[in-house]
């Protein structure tokens, strides 16, 4: 009876042993797990803090710079064949305007910290050296708006072709990077220049005004409604939208650029919105209609 008693105690130890070992290779197995970069926490006040990510986007930059055409220099605004950069949606400082400036840095801001290097008759060829010289002010956001003037040519055969214009657009982003690695870039689409000349066309006044030279290869002959005069407008119509494709492209491939999400192309304007000289361009009440599209792309918070 006591043989039997030792041997049951002993065979208690040896389950007590192994229930202790199954136990400690469970716990060792945990512990091994988060070792070696499991989901769960690691201890309470080890290891080191990694640095919250920069946003992608800042939606408050301290400084702007516009590079661009005459729509940017806001011609015929204010008088006829004339620069008038006060009243720019990109860096004015009219109030009746509110630029994109104005609004993001104020009054006195946009003063001191914001600057235009937009040329009338600018095409995507000249914009590598307009950043240039705006990347040498350091601004935190550069606003663009250029391609009309390569669509606005004395012909459709001389409007700039696409794969030249995609190259000189690469080129400027990448000279901007190149000499502002963290700057942001707003990207303004082209208007719809067929809309605008069917809404200029009812007037005698621009309808001479474009005869002086004013986008030729859509405004030419304002009142044909023939084959070939259709065809023109279409194929610079069509030029357009594939300049358009490309700014959104060529955007697209960098984390701190942004389009208007092609808001100006689809911007209807009206009488109001043009000048009241050459019934193309934007009026003043038209750069503030693009004020206000640029600032609403540049301060929208994306996820």
């Given at each position: ?10 065979g ?16 060792l197995g ?13 201890p ?6 990694q640095?919250?990510p920069?946003?992608?986007?800042d ?34 400082s ?9 609004r993001?840095?104020g ?6 910290r ?46 700039t ?9 690469e ?9 502002l690695?963290k ?7 082209i208007?719809?220049?067929k ?8 007037n ?31 194929t ?7 300049y ?14 942004r ?38 792309a ?6």
């Amino acid at each position: 009876m006591g043989q039997r008693t030792d041997q049951g105690t002993r065979g208690g130890r040896r389950r007590a042993r192994a229930v202790l070992a199954v136990l400690t290779a469970a716990v060792l197995g945990v512990a091994g797990c988060d070792a070696a970069g499991g989901d769960s926490p690691g201890p309470s006040g080890t290891g080191s803090k990694q640095p919250k990510p920069a946003p992608a986007w800042d939606t408050s930059p301290a400084s702007v710079a516009a590079v661009g055409d005459s729509i940017t220099r806001g011609f015929d605004a204010c008088t006829v064949l004339s620069d008038c950069p006060e009243v720019s949606w990109a860096t004015g400082s009219s109030a009746e305007v509110d630029s994109l400036a104005v609004r993001l840095l104020g009054e006195a801001g946009a003063a001191e910290r914001s600057w235009n290097y937009a040329v009338t008759g600018a095409r995507m060829a000249d914009l590598p050296g307009q950043v240039t010289r705006a990347a040498a002010r350091r601004p935190e956001l550069v606003a663009v708006m250029i391609g009309a003037n390569d669509a606005c040519r004395a012909t459709t055969a001389a409007m700039t072709p696409v794969a030249d214009f995609r190259a000189r657009f690469e080129e400027a982003m990448a000279t901007l990077r190149r000499e502002l690695p963290k700057a942001q870039v707003y990207v303004a689409s082209i208007p719809d220049l067929k809309r605008l000349w069917s809404q200029g066309r009812t007037n005698p006044l621009g309808k001479q005004v474009w005869k002086l030279g004013i986008c030729p290869s859509m405004l030419g002959d304002a009142d044909a409604l023939d084959s070939a005069a259709t065809l023109r407008r279409n194929t610079v119509q069509d030029r357009v939208e594939d300049y358009n494709r490309v700014l959104r492209e060529v955007c697209a491939k960098d984390r701190k650029c942004r389009t208007d999400g092609g808001a100006v192309h689809e911007y209807r304007f009206g009488t109001d919105q043009l000048s009241r000289w050459d019934w193309f361009h934007p009026s003043v009440d038209g750069q503030a209609r693009l004020a206000e599209i640029a600032y609403r792309a540049v301060t929208t918070k994306h996820s």
